[in-house]
């Protein structure tokens, strides 16, 4: 199959000169090394949460006291945190490139998915700094 | 293949035309940017509910019990599939591009993500819903 594979010639004949960057090639490594860490992070969590004795049925504000009782599964869930959102908003903008026709939409857009990413990782570092197992009291 | 941008057709190339478009390969990346993007919002509202533990017990407690429910808890198995099957594929995507053998393989190893995949859902699915049947089915003494 691979053997046979031929791709077309690029339509261009030089590429454009100067004024690159190489913003691309770290994003695309990014992807690869964030991926790396998440299969162990993500596929963990999921499997703790939801599978592992009793699954989502186990799980009340008790249960995250347990847990982010321990610097352990703070780091464990603040990594997770910030390299899914780095992650999942870079696999976005890439989709948002290529489906935006506009150069408003796209702008846009972009500004929709950076707002959410800031709220989403500062929501969430807070939580996890500030988390108060007696909160009530 | 592993781009940035949508595929490209490649109509002109010897054999058909059909070496990307329509094949398998393009299947599966179209299944890892759904998955992706699904995640993506998934996540968003997840620390949102996840944040409630800093409102009150109480306010968290009751956003989990939705969680709980019988139809929310078939939506988090659909949710562990695709996390699953983006997981499972990207480590493909990345063998591709680091591999040495790795693009010749790529179909291979299409096939065995998805082996591995109904290999780990079929208890996964069963571990996930086991609790909720049984309380369905009159349990819940
Ligand atoms: C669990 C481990 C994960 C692995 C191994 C993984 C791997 C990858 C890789 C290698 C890519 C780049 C594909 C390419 O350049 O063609 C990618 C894209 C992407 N990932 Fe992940 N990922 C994981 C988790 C996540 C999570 C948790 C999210 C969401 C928050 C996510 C969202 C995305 C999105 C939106 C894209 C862009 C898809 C596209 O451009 O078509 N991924 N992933």
Redesign the pocket.
């Given at each position: 199959m691979s053997e046979s594979l031929t791709l077309d010639k690029p339509r261009s004949p030089r590429r454009p000169a100067a004024r690159r960057s190489n913003f691309e090639l770290y994003s695309?490594l990014f992807?690869?090394i964030?991926?790396?860490?998440?299969?162990v992070?993500?596929?963990g969590h999921l499997f703790i949460m939801n599978i592992l004795d009793g699954g989502v049925h186990r799980i009340n504000f008790g249960f995250v006291a347990g847990r982010w009782a321990s610097p352990f599964w703070q780091f464990w869930d603040l990594a997770m945190l910030w390299?899914?959102?780095i992650?999942?908003?870079?696999?976005?903008r890439?989709?948002i490139n290529?489906y935006a026709r506009k150069d408003a939409t796209r702008f846009w857009l972009k500004v929709l998915l950076y707002v959410s990413m800031v709220l989403i990782i500062a929501l969430g570092t807070y939580v996890i700094f500030t988390f108060d197992p007696n909160i009530t009291d | 293949?592993?781009?940035?941008t949508a595929p490209e057709r490649a109509g002109t190339s010897k054999g058909g035309g059909t070496l990307y478009r329509g094949d398998l390969g393009m299947w599966s990346?179209v299944a890892?940017?759904i998955?992706?993007?699904l995640?993506?919002f998934?996540?968003f509202a997840h620390v949102l509910d996840t944040a409630l533990v800093r409102v009150s017990p109480d306010a968290y407690d009751k956003v989990i019990e939705t969680y709980k429910n019988p139809v929310v808890n078939l939506f988090e198995v659909g949710l562990v599939g695709a996390?699953l099957y983006?997981?499972?594929?990207?480590?493909r995507?990345?063998l591709v591009?680091f591999w040495e053998k790795g693009a010749r393989y790529q179909k291979q190893m299409l096939w065995a993500v998805l082996v591995v995949w109904v290999l780990v859902m079929i208890p996964g699915t069963y571990y996930m819903l086991v609790r909720t049947v049984t309380d369905l089915l009159g349990g819940g003494h």
């Amino acid at each position: 199959m691979s053997e046979s594979l031929t791709l077309d010639k690029p339509r261009s004949p030089r590429r454009p000169a100067a004024r690159r960057s190489n913003f691309e090639l770290y994003s695309w490594l990014f992807m690869r090394i964030s991926g790396v860490a998440l299969v162990v992070l993500v596929l963990g969590h999921l499997f703790i949460m939801n599978i592992l004795d009793g699954g989502v049925h186990r799980i009340n504000f008790g249960f995250v006291a347990g847990r982010w009782a321990s610097p352990f599964w703070q780091f464990w869930d603040l990594a997770m945190l910030w390299l899914a959102q780095i992650h999942g908003g870079n696999g976005l903008r890439t989709v948002i490139n290529d489906y935006a026709r506009k150069d408003a939409t796209r702008f846009w857009l972009k500004v929709l998915l950076y707002v959410s990413m800031v709220l989403i990782i500062a929501l969430g570092t807070y939580v996890i700094f500030t988390f108060d197992p007696n909160i009530t009291d | 293949m592993a781009g940035t941008t949508a595929p490209e057709r490649a109509g002109t190339s010897k054999g058909g035309g059909t070496l990307y478009r329509g094949d398998l390969g393009m299947w599966s990346w179209v299944a890892h940017r759904i998955t992706g993007v699904l995640t993506f919002f998934f996540l968003f509202a997840h620390v949102l509910d996840t944040a409630l533990v800093r409102v009150s017990p109480d306010a968290y407690d009751k956003v989990i019990e939705t969680y709980k429910n019988p139809v929310v808890n078939l939506f988090e198995v659909g949710l562990v599939g695709a996390v699953l099957y983006h997981a499972l594929n990207g480590i493909r995507v990345m063998l591709v591009d680091f591999w040495e053998k790795g693009a010749r393989y790529q179909k291979q190893m299409l096939w065995a993500v998805l082996v591995v995949w109904v290999l780990v859902m079929i208890p996964g699915t069963y571990y996930m819903l086991v609790r909720t049947v049984t309380d369905l089915l009159g349990g819940g003494h």
